[in-house]
């Protein structure tokens, strides 16, 4: 058995594409936790954010972090929002590396343009200062996570190297 590898960081820093090729890489399965409450809940995270609200979606995630972090050999793709609740962390911190990525307000806005299932950024037109503003906001919980990769100028693949990298750095000796 081995630690999970949790990846958190904001909206459009890569943690599913990377994710999936950690994953890939070392053999491992791979949880998108949006993924899972769409699933189970039937609904598109913008769904239930717009029916149920945000604190509900947050208390879903709670509990699947809650259930991840019993489990190992995973690696998990967190929502952008996950270290708002420093309970999260703490729970995943116990059964595995929690790495943070990165990536500026600009490359992050090239990332997301084209989607319409980020329910903080929907509807808002000038999405650069919705990032900007958010960014500010979470800045301080992201760069709290001893295990930083910026991401800006890399390829999901190049990431994915410098994720197995650190994760191996911290397991290994
Ligand atoms: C959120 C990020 C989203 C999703 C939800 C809330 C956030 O995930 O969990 O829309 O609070 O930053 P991604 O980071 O995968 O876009």
């Given at each position: 058995?081995?630690?999970?590898?949790?990846?958190?960081?904001?909206?459009?820093?890569?943690?599913?594409?990377?994710?999936?090729?950690?994953?890939?890489?070392?053999?491992?399965?791979?949880?998108?936790?949006d993924?899972?409450?769409?699933?189970?809940?039937?609904?598109?995270?913008?769904?239930?954010?717009?029916?149920?609200?945000?604190?509900?979606?947050?208390?879903?995630?709670?509990?699947?972090?809650?259930?991840?972090?019993?489990?190992?050999?995973?690696?998990?793709?967190?929502?952008?929002?996950?270290?708002?609740?420093?309970?999260?962390?703490?729970d995943?911190?116990?059964?595995?590396?929690?790495?943070?990525?990165?990536?500026?307000?600009?490359?992050?806005?090239?990332?997301?343009?084209?989607?319409?299932?980020?329910?903080?950024?929907?509807?808002?037109?000038?999405?650069?200062?919705?990032?900007?503003?958010?960014?500010?906001?979470?800045?301080?919980l992201?760069?709290?996570?001893p295990?930083?990769?910026?991401?800006?100028?890399?390829?999901?693949?190049?990431?994915?190297?410098?994720?197995?990298?650190?994760?191996?750095?911290?397991?290994?000796?």
């Open positions: 058995m081995a630690k999970n590898i949790i990846l958190v960081g904001f909206m459009g820093t890569g943690k599913s594409a990377t994710g999936r090729m950690v994953a890939n890489q070392l053999n491992r399965e791979f949880v998108d936790m993924a899972v409450i769409e699933e189970r809940t039937g609904k598109k995270i913008s769904a239930i954010f717009a029916e149920e609200g945000e604190s509900h979606f947050r208390a879903l995630e709670r509990e699947l972090v809650q259930e991840l972090s019993a489990r190992e050999d995973l690696v998990i793709g967190t929502g952008g929002g996950v270290v708002l609740n420093p309970d999260n962390i703490r995943f911190n116990k059964t595995g590396v929690v790495i943070c990525l990165h990536a500026d307000p600009d490359t992050i806005l090239e990332r997301v343009a084209k989607d319409t299932h980020r329910p903080l950024l929907e509807g808002d037109d000038d999405k650069i200062k919705a990032i900007k503003e958010l960014l500010a906001k979470r800045e301080e992201y760069r709290a996570i295990l930083q990769i910026e991401t800006s100028h890399h390829t999901a693949a190049e990431t994915a190297q410098e994720v197995v990298a650190l994760y191996l750095g911290q397991t290994q000796f």
